[in-house]
């Protein structure tokens, strides 16, 4: 069995800053890539960044510049730093991990999701 657990989000000013975690626990072997949803109301779940077990990062264009993935494979631990935050960023995060458990099964899984919230 393998989870995610989220943390960081809540309620900031435009032009603030958040920090996103999470943590990978369970039957893990080995962990590929790691990212970041999000899904506002009204609208589908959207990619924000994603990185791979060697660091690589991918950005959504929106938040290129803004917002920076890292990952802490010591700790199976993504983190997502945000700035500059805008109204549009308001959303339900999602965290994501393709993993590869003890049984050599590769399986995507996702967090329970973290409210970020942006105020004008």
């Known amino acids: 069995q393998v989870q995610l657990v989220e943390s960081g989000g809540g309620l900031v000013q435009a032009g603030g800053s958040l920090r996103l975690s999470c943590t990978a626990s369970?039957?893990?072997?080995?962990?590929?890539?790691m990212g970041w949803y999000r899904q506002a109301p009204g609208k589908q779940r959207e990619l924000v960044a994603h990185?791979?077990?060697?660091?690589?990062?991918n950005y959504a264009a929106s938040v290129m510049g803004r917002f920076t993935i890292s990952r802490d494979n010591a700790k199976n631990t993504v983190y997502l730093q945000m700035i500059s935050l805008e109204p549009e960023d308001t959303a339900v995060y999602y965290c994501?991990?393709?993993?590869?458990?003890?049984?050599?099964?590769?399986?995507?899984?996702w967090g329970q999701g973290t409210q970020v919230t942006v105020s004008s």
């Open positions: 994501h991990a393709g993993i590869l458990d003890w049984t050599n099964t590769y399986s995507n899984y």
């Open positions: 369970g039957s893990i072997r080995s962990i590929d890539v």
């Open positions: 990185i791979t077990s060697g660091g690589s990062p």
